[in-house]
């Protein structure tokens, strides 16, 4: 799981400056950042993290591609394979 945040950004808007002594510990904000993290992708039912991967699919004709993931921070150009398929697969497999 990933924070969805940082002590930092947190405690900028909650105008926390830290010279106050009656502030409130940063370890208790750190537990927030991660309880809340985690409620976030619970009810997403994934993590929410940059990560790099890839998805294959198999086109319909359309100019509409929906992505299993998101949201993209940064795409490459697709590959577009001239690959055709026939209806008569052929097993590899030796018998």
Request: proline share 5%; hydrophobic share 30%; net charge negative.
């Amino acid at each position: 799981m990933a924070d969805l945040t940082t002590l930092a950004q947190l405690e900028e808007r909650l105008g926390i400056t830290g010279t106050n002594p009656t502030d409130v510990p940063d370890a208790y904000l750190e537990n927030l950042i991660d309880r809340a993290s985690g409620i976030v992708e619970s009810i997403l039912g994934r993590e929410i993290d940059s990560a790099a991967f890839t998805e294959y699919h198999s086109g319909d004709g359309t100019r509409r591609l929906n992505l299993r993931r998101g949201p993209i921070s940064t795409s490459t150009a697709p590959v577009v394979s001239s690959v055709t398929y026939n209806g008569r697969a052929r097993s590899r497999c030796p018998r």
